[in-house]
């Protein structure tokens, strides 16, 4: 038995997770190098449109049928501007379709591609606000474009 | 340690474009994220991804958190969430079920004290690695640095005060019973040996 009581014996082993834990399964450099540099990545003056619908997240019991051929839904907001996305795979390529609400007025019919491992892509809209790229590389983007009230940049997304 | 106070401050001032104040909000908060996303089963480049994500998002969301006091849980919180996101993307399982009640065996408090004194701690993280999934969170979230208090711990996995205290329990009976019994398959795999099972390489 322990001899000081099942309450310091709790305290003790939570310890000894507490040193394993930090002498073995410390946060790699790397990984906070990447939280460091998340920082050049501030936005000011744009309205965040956040991700309100992911289908294969949201739809947990049926994401273990993804995969080719599988379209990925996702649906940004901030205020009464949408972005839609829909996403489909081909190995680590990427095919975005999508449209952005309400439609642009001419001259800001725009989108960009932020790519966390550096780049970005422009990319033009329709006048119904529609997109589309082929051949992405998989990885965190985000989309910016004109809102009606000014700026909108979504949240970052895995794809 | 950064006190709520101070925690406030830095994220005002983060919030305000200084840098150097968001340098000090990683250095803080970092080890805690990574904690989290370990607790939920994930590792390697995976683990790697959605500590970046939890990064991006504390930084579009720097400027509106509603408690910069709390920013370890509000951290906390968003890395549970985007790492449930990234499992159910795969379509591995989210176990939510409560934690069966176990009785720590006889032999458990000598295999502790044993590895109390041992130079090596890898046993701990491999038994940590065979309790339930509930228990692999909540003990990482538990043992974390900076510490969270129970309130963040609760926010953070969505789960009542109360559950904490008694769950806590049970899931060192588990890790009590998953050493004994490493450490004994240990003793008949070889005998004489040190009778630690080493954790398999982490970076």
Known sequence: ????????????????????????????????????AAW????????????????????????GVRGAGTVRALSFGAGDHMIEVEISEDGDRRRLVGQVMPAPA????????????????????DELGRFGVDRLRAGLIRLRTMGVDGRVVTEWVAI | MLQPEEARLYVLAAAGGDRAAWDRLVEEYSGLVWSVIRGCGL??????????????????HIDRLRQAERAGAWLATTARHECFRVLRRSGRQVVTAEVPEVAAPDDADAVIEALATAADRGAILVALGRIPPRCQELLRLMT???????????LSMDVPRGWIGPTRGRCLNHLRRALAEDAAADRGASPGGSGIRHAPGGS
């Open chain 2, 43 to 60: 590792f390697g480049a995976e683990a790697a991804d959605v500590s970046q994500t939890v990064w991006l998002r504390f930084v579009e």
């Open chain 1, 40 to 63: 050049t990545w501030r936005t000011v003056d744009a309205e965040l449109a956040a991700l309100l619908h992911d289908s294969t997240a949201d739809e947990g019991a049926l994401a």
């Open chain 1, 106 to 125: 001419p001259g800001e019919r725009t989108i960009v591609v932020d790519r966390i491992d550096g780049g970005s892509l422009e990319l033009e809209l």
């Open chain 2, 144 to 154: 974390a640095e900076p510490p969270l208090t129970y309130d963040d711990i609760a």
């Open chain 1, 1 to 36: 038995m322990n001899a000081g009581g099942p309450q310091e014996a709790d305290e003790q082993l939570l310890e000894l997770i507490r040193e394993a834990t930090a002498a073995q399964d410390a946060v790699p450099d790397r990984v906070v190098d990447a939280a460091r």
